[in-house]
């Protein structure tokens, strides 16, 4: 998909990230960037309640225009068995869809907050 636009990016975000990531990279070659953060930094960005614990894989889906239009968390239903291919496959049709019109979109953010 990415000649449609769909960029996929990784982060590791564990406290040895930066020592571990050169290894993870060279043992599963990921088709993708991949880089490393602080946890603070990407529970920050993706403004993740504090007083939760994050449940990892942490997933965003981040438009042209670089706004958070939808993030799930590991215990969510979206990465069900059953349904992840499906899901992942819809959300990035979604906005792939958009296209590159500068249209104001709603942002729609799944935290462990919301009742699932």
């Known amino acids: 998909m990415a000649p449609r636009g769909l960029q996929v990016l990784a982060a590791a975000i564990e406290d040895i990230a930066r020592i571990n990531l050169p290894a993870f990279i060279k043992q599963f070659n990921p088709p993708f960037p991949v ?24 997933l965003a889906f981040i438009d042209r225009q ?25 959300k990035i049709e979604e906005l792939l869809k958009e296209g590159t019109a500068g249209a104001k979109k709603s942002v729609v953010k799944k935290s462990a907050a919301a009742p699932k």
């Open 35 to 58: 880089g490393f953060d602080s946890q603070t930094v990407a529970i920050n960005y993706l403004e993740h309640p504090p007083m939760l614990i994050p449940h990892m894989p942490m």
């Open 66 to 90: 670089g706004i958070i239009r939808a993030q799930y968390e590991g215990d969510d239903t979206f990465f069900s068995e059953d349904q992840q291919q499906k899901n992942l496959t819809d």
